[in-house]
């Protein structure tokens, strides 16, 4: 057995020292064998659920591969198994010999370091901090060198490149994973896959598992609604509860209530549309906002910012702006109303201008309406160091929920939005933001206390008959439709289950109608759509389970054209009946059109029922496809526990499957 052995890993090393690419990939096989090689076992290590495991200790996990000097690619794609200590140093790979070569590590400062020596001189050092590897997932990352350019990739994005980079003259013969090459400071980490290749490129047929931020495991139940401004009630509401919203926001303005210093009376417009929309079906959030020219010190400024510069009168009259609205509309009165959102998009004020109104409000309707859900006044662009002082202020004891409004302009609703670096420093994308102002609520709340974020605005605008609007800032009627989808599915897997689009009818070409008659744009079936699979009144338990999406080079660099990154989005929902709902889709930029799709395989650490199963496209709302009117179905393998579904279409408007587990 052990010449036999020997033979083996003789063979290996001199097939390896030729290759021009060689791979291992764990997830395969459960020895590691991919038919280009066969790992050696070494006691350090363990194949464990399809990926190589170190262990916590100094023994270097060596493989018999020459490291590719002047140009080649490395791709890892591994999950930290132990959070690094500080001043402690932690290695992932090392191919150094006599101080030259690389080393992808963890220094004493906590920063995850690419660094290429020459005789133990820095050639090349780039660091990002080791937080933002995420245990909870599989990180990747890719690296590209040649003389012309060094390319660093990690989770899908280009994070660093550098043009005629320095490049070490030599390099170490064999690969060392999970601790350094002299046999010190040694990482626990799990590795699913390493490619190395000679060629400045991606690896030609790989098959790369994109990374995406894991939910945590809750209970959601969602309500999309929509923003009204305009009143025309019977063509209207009976388009809006067409698209399957059950919920609108809206308001009615203290202008508009107390037009006569010291009177407070609506006129009769405002309820006859209140009671359109118990006609329609329609429940609503009622927003309390803006000033009053009587009670306005002397140039104040209008709409969002009214707030700035009052003084006690003001605030007070506010208040009882605030108790004639709920006695009139809430418990007391004809009690259609049971949620006030107190003012809208404030942080043009300071936290301590719109605190001295929130207690005002809340204390007034509290008085009259016990019962009545008080929401934090929508903020504008996701500032959290104005969410953070309010919440100092004590704001978590007067609210049931946080309203935000996280605009994205043209940005893909994922992404990171660059006028969103003011109010939240670095992030990456949106569900740092988001988490951001979760972790601020959840920590300044009182305890025992949970206080829900909602979205109540949120939109993209579309550039067709307006010039004064930029149309670089705008999308079209389709990319609004596919970032709608995306953005509300991503938010219910984030908890965010109470989600108002902006608006129902074209303002500023916001609207999923237009027109005189109300013309649905593609975003309004789009809601039709997913209302249909998640309708007011279900409920959802969304799973934290790790998915992986996986596209070979061929997909990956369609996706890489079409939509300017792979970026893959997956998220698990189990409704009450047990069926499971698999959202899909890539998180770059949308596309108008694409006349040949992209598909990925998914991967699900357990066994479904099926063989195979249809997707639903939600944008189209269909399971057909569009060229035989067929349904699409897709074939399900389950094995060691584990099922991978092959050949979903992957592309840049969600599809949904339902699963079943067996």
Not at 402 to 423: G, I
């Amino acid at each position: 057995m052990r010449k036999r052995f020997l033979i083996l890993f003789t063979a290996c090393c001199v097939m390896l020292a030729g290759a021009a690419e060689f791979r291992w990939d764990f997830s395969r096989s459960g020895d590691g064998c991919t038919g280009r090689a066969v790992l050696p076992p070494v006691a350090a290590v363990t194949l464990k659920d399809g990926a190589l495991e170190t262990g916590n200790t100094s023994a270097c996990y060596r493989l018999p591969a020459r490291f590719p000097a002047g140009s080649g690619s490395l791709l890892i794609r591994f999950r930290p198994l132990a959070a690094t200590e500080p001043g402690r140093e932690y290695c992932l790979l090392d191919v150094m010999e006599g101080g030259s070569g690389l080393r992808l590590w963890i220094d004493r400062n906590g920063n995850f370091a690419c660094d290429l020596r020459e005789n133990w001189q820095n050639c090349f050092w780039w660091t990002m901090p080791a937080a933002k590897l995420d245990a909870g997932r599989w990180n990747e990352l890719v690296l590209l060198w040649s003389p012309e350019k060094l390319s660093i990739r990690f989770g899908g994005r280009t994070v660093y490149e550098k043009k005629q980079p320095v490049l070490p003259s030599k390099w170490g013969q064999a690969v060392a994973l999970g601790a350094f090459s002299d046999g010190k400071a040694a990482f626990p980490l799990r590795i699913a896959s390493l490619i190395l290749s000679d060629k400045a490129e991606f690896p030609a047929g790989g098959r790369i598992q994109g990374t995406f931020v894991r939910p945590v495991a809750r209970r959601v139940k969602p309500v999309f609604g929509l923003n009204l401004h305009t009143r025309n009630s019977d063509r209207e509401l009976p388009v809006i509860a067409g698209s399957g919203v059950r919920r609108v926001r809206f308001h009615f303005s203290w202008n508009e209530a107390e037009s006569e210093k010291g009177i407070m009376q609506l006129p009769q417009s405002a309820f006859d549309f209140m009671a359109s929309l118990d006609r329609a079906g329609l429940e609503p959030l009622m927003i309390l906002a803006y000033g009053n020219r009587h009670y306005n010190v002397p140039g104040t400024p209008g709409g969002f910012d009214e707030l700035k510069g009052q003084n006690a009168a003001f605030h007070a009259g506010f208040g009882r702006y605030a108790r004639y609205m709920a006695e009139t509309f809430g418990s007391a009165g004809s009690g259609q109303v049971k949620e006030y959102e107190v003012w809208n998009e404030e942080n043009g004020a300071t936290p301590e201008e719109y605190m001295a109104v929130l207690r005002s409000a809340v204390g007034n309707i509290r008085a009259v309406d016990p019962a009545a859900k008080i929401i934090f006044g929508g903020i504008s662009r996701m500032d959290h160091a104005f969410l953070l002082r309010c919440f100092e202020l004590g704001a978590g004891k007067l609210v049931d929920a946080v309203a935000l409004h996280p605009y994205r302009q043209e940005v893909p609703p994922e992404a990171s939005y660059q006028s969103m670096r003011r109010f939240n420093g670095e992030t990456a994308n949106y569900a740092e933001e988001l988490l951001k102002m979760r972790e601020t609520v959840d920590r300044l709340s009182p305890a025992g206390k949970s206080i829900p974020l909602w979205i109540t605005e949120f939109g993209y605008w579309t550039v067709d008959a307006q010039p004064s609007l930029d149309p670089a800032a705008s999308v079209s009627h389709d990319v609004q439709a596919k970032y709608l989808l995306r953005s509300m599915l991503q938010n219910l897997a984030l908890g965010v289950d109470r989600y108002y689009w902006y608006r129902a009818v074209d303002s500023a070409f916001f609207g999923l109608t237009c027109g005189p008659g109300y013309l649905p744009r593609p975003g309004y079936f789009a809601l039709r759509h997913l209302n249909a699979k998640f309708p007011p009144g279900s409920e959802f338990e969304v799973l934290d389970h790790e998915i992986a999406v996986i596209a070979d080079t061929e997909n990956r660099r369609r996706l890489e054209v079409l939509y300017g990154s792979f970026d893959p989005h997956a998220y698990l929902f189990r409704r009450q009946d047990g069926a499971l709902f698999l959202a899909l889709w890539n998180g770059g930029r949308a596309a108008d059109r694409q006349t040949e799709l992209p598909v990925a395989d998914v991967e699900l650490p357990f066994e479904l029922a099926s063989e195979n199963t249809g997707v639903y496209d939600l944008l189209l709302g269909s399971d057909r496809a569009w060229f035989t009117s067929e349904p699409v179905r897709v074939r399900i393998r389950n094995r060691n526990g584990r099922s991978r579904i092959e050949g979903v279409k992957f592309c840049d408007t969600p599809v949904l499957l339902e699963l079943k587990t067996r």
